[in-house]
């Protein structure tokens, strides 16, 4: 049988083997070996990196002409009143509009040898000419279809005079006795003509036209072209569409 060791040897020995143990401990890692460098995470494309400026926002990018590859269009200038051709003047524009209407239509002629007028001291065409819409009418006083006619002419004397329409009537005669002045004059005053009347005894006039026909309605344009023209009765709804049609016109270029 071993004899028993005494109690502090055996405290002793006790401790000097704890101590080992833990100094082992701590010397175990560095025997194993050098460290493993751990990679860093790569940031996202929405995280910046500590090492590098975060990136403006979208919206200052695309206002920053630096930071754009593609170039931005330019605003559009406005051209100078000098620069560029130059704005068309109201002479030049009118020029080109009688030419173009030159080519289309006819020009009204213009009163022809008058032997009197009634309501008016004269008539003139061209002194009408840039203010007025004309309607010119052919009648004689006897004419059973110009009296049909004549409340329709009478009507649109009085709507639409003030907007620009002048109404002027040749008289010519179908008869002797209707080139008597004072025979034409008591008639404008029975149908109630407040319009002025030309009269057209030697047929100057009416000739100039090409005329043939009692009633005739044309009319002219504020430039002085033949828009429009109809021969004898009814059309009414229509010449009126072609009255108001022509004042427009005329205010258009106003």
């Known amino acids: 049988m071993r004899p028993e060791t005494s109690r502090p040897v055996l405290l002793a020995i006790a401790l000097l083997l704890i101590g080992g143990a833990i100094a082992f401990l701590e010397l175990a890692p560095g025997l194993a070996g050098p460290e493993q460098a751990q990679p860093e995470p790569v940031p996202s494309e929405a995280t910046p990196t500590r090492s590098e400026k975060p990136e403006k926002p979208v919206e200052e990018q695309a206002a ?99 907007d620009g329409l002048q109404v002027v009537g040749v008289h010519t005669p179908e008869f002797g006795f209707e080139k008597e002045y004072a025979n034409v004059e008591a008639a404008v005053r029975e149908a109630g003509i407040e ?32 828009r429009y023209k109809h021969f004898g009765e009814g059309a009414y709804e229509q010449t009126e569409a072609g009255i108001r049609n022509l004042l427009a016109e005329k205010d258009r270029r106003s």
């Not at 006819?106 to 065409?125: H, M, W």
């Not at 030309?198 to 002085?224: F, H, K």
Request: net charge negative; hydrophobic share 30%.
């Open 195 to 226: 319009y002025p009347v030309v009269l057209d005894n030697r047929y100057a006039t009416w000739d100039a036209y090409g005329q043939r026909y009692w009633p005739a309605v044309y009319l002219i344009d504020s430039d002085g072209f033949i």
């Open 64 to 162: 920053t002409p630096e930071t754009n590859s593609e170039e931005q269009p330019k605003p559009v200038e406005k051209r100078s009143e000098k620069s560029g051709a130059e704005e068309e003047t109201p002479e030049q524009s009118a020029a080109r509009r009688i030419a173009a209407k030159e080519e289309k239509f006819e020009r009204a002629k213009e009163i022809e040898a008058p032997t009197g007028f009634v309501n008016a001291d004269g008539v003139s065409l061209g002194g009408l000419r840039g203010e007025k819409v004309v309607l010119l009418e052919f009648w004689t006083y006897t004419c059973y279809n110009c009296q049909n006619v004549q409340p329709h002419i009478n009507a649109w004397h009085d709507e639409y005079a003030r």
